[in-house]
């Protein structure tokens, strides 16, 4: 059964104090991992897709990163702005369509 | 341009009832996917559709079901609904439905409460 697995659960960080949030993934086949990002209230927002292992995409302040085994979503010197909830999801060669599984997901709070 | 569109944003029903949410994908997207988010959880895949025809289908009971209608529009349904039902039901669409398409794009979710 695929498996994803987010930590840590929340983490309050100080204005520009860089951090990073790990995806850890058990999987058969994996297609892609994707990064969302939820605010509350709201649908999950799309941030990246990684494919393989060493891929790496950047966005502002965030850089996903990508291994065999897990995903780091980087927040480098993050604003109060930051602050929401980040998803990660993996689809699989063992489900049909763009079925995704996603994790718990990772709450950010980032005080100014 | 309008996103995913549902309804209802917010609704309370009791246990044993019936509930029907719908769902308006992008325009020009033929995908619609159901998701359920129990509080404090990721999002759990439901139903996915593409071009009126069911193409995935999560561990859910029977209880639950779902249909695309020509304009691509959605219904999920779900009978008989137990405490446990309550939660967010986030509908998402895309262009394709095929694999290498994990870029959702969600609606805001109906939030459904089980009394």
């Known amino acids: 059964e695929d498996q994803v697995t987010q930590s840590p659960e929340a983490l309050r960080l100080q204005e520009g104090e860089s951090s990073s949030l790990n995806c850890s993934y058990t999987?058969?086949?994996?297609?892609?991992l994707f990064w969302y990002r939820q605010d509350p209230g709201k649908g999950p927002e799309f941030l990246f897709t990684?494919?393989?292992a060493g891929e790496e995409k950047e966005k502002e302040r965030l850089k996903a990163t990508l291994t065999k085994k897990e995903s780091f979503l980087h927040i480098t010197a993050p604003k109060p702005e930051d602050s929401a909830t980040y998803l990660c999801?993996?689809?699989?060669?063992?489900?049909?369509?763009?079925?995704?599984?996603f994790g718990g997901g990772t709450r950010l709070m980032v005080k100014p | 341009d309008a996103g995913v569109t549902q309804s209802p944003t917010h609704l309370i029903k009791t246990r044993g009832q019936h509930v029907t949410l719908r769902c308006s994908p992008i325009?020009?997207?033929?995908?619609v996917s159901w998701y359920q988010q129990v509080l404090g959880q990721g999002p759990q895949f439901i139903f996915q559709?593409?071009?009126?025809?069911?193409?995935g289908r999560g561990n859910f009971p029977d209880r639950f079901s779902a249909r695309q209608f020509p304009n691509y529009s959605s219904e999920l349904n779900v009978n008989a609904l137990l405490l446990g039902d309550s939660a967010l039901y986030l509908c998402?669409?895309?262009?394709?439905?095929?694999?290498?398409?994990?870029?959702?794009?969600f609606g805001e979710g109906s939030r459904l409460t089980v009394l």
């Open positions: 998402a669409s895309s262009q394709t439905g095929g694999v290498n398409t994990g870029e959702l794009f």
């Open positions: 999987v058969s086949g994996l297609r892609g």
């Open positions: 990684l494919y393989s």
């Open positions: 999801a993996v689809q699989t060669r063992n489900n049909a369509g763009n079925m995704l599984t």
């Open positions: 325009s020009g997207h033929k995908s």
């Open positions: 559709y593409y071009e009126k025809e069911e193409r």
